[in-house]
């Protein structure tokens, strides 16, 4: 019982020595983070502009009375959106 309470002592003593680390990033994690909002816009933008082809064709489309291929494309580009989105959010989670 002794042989424990002197391997404890012993074990509090050298956790009283190491100090309290501070975290700091890692080296050029700037720019990663810059690249990752940069990469952040073009998803948004590439997906508003996806809708925006998407319905532009479904009104030319419902106008001429072609076939409705555009409301797939609609749905296509908001089902990314979704994705893309949720996959930012939990990026942003895992950096932060």
Request: charged share 10%.
């Amino acid at each position: 019982m002794s042989m424990l309470l002197a391997v404890h002592d012993a074990y509090g003593q050298l956790l009283a020595q190491v100090g309290n680390p501070t975290p700091e990033a890692p080296p050029a994690s700037d720019k990663l983070l810059k690249l990752v909002r940069y990469f952040t816009w073009f998803v948004l933008l590439s997906g508003i502009l996806g809708i925006t082809y998407a319905g532009g064709r479904f009104a030319w489309e419902k106008w001429t009375g072609g076939g409705l291929e555009s409301p797939k494309m609609v749905a296509g580009a908001m089902i990314g959106g979704i994705v893309a989105t949720s996959a930012g959010t939990i990026m942003n989670a895992v950096i932060t």
